[in-house]
């Protein structure tokens, strides 16, 4: 639970900045339960709820949707 909380904590905090930086886009990457969660800037400046993926496929990455991240590179040996 407290990994919980300190990622809602983080997420916050690094929300704010990056809304204030104009980032498009961000992504939080959970190598062990193996999802991703893609936060992307609206029209409005704010993010919007989080887009949820699992790693079972390769994911295009919003800004260049020609770009896949297979993730088998990071599957336990």
């Given at each position: 639970m407290q990994f919980?909380?300190?990622?809602?904590n983080n997420t916050s905090d690094m929300t704010w900045l990056y809304e204030l930086h104009?980032?498009?886009?961000y992504w939080i990457i959970h190598p062990?339960?193996?999802?991703?969660m893609v936060y992307t800037l609206k029209d409005d400046g704010q993010y919007g709820l989080p887009r949820m993926f699992?790693?079972?496929e390769?994911?295009?990455v919003g800004?260049?949707?020609?770009?896949?991240?297979?993730?088998?590179?990071m599957q336990e040996a």
């Open positions: 919980l909380r300190d990622l809602e104009g980032v498009q886009e062990t339960d193996r999802w991703v699992g790693m079972e390769p994911l295009a800004l260049f949707p020609e770009l896949n991240i297979n993730w088998a590179f």
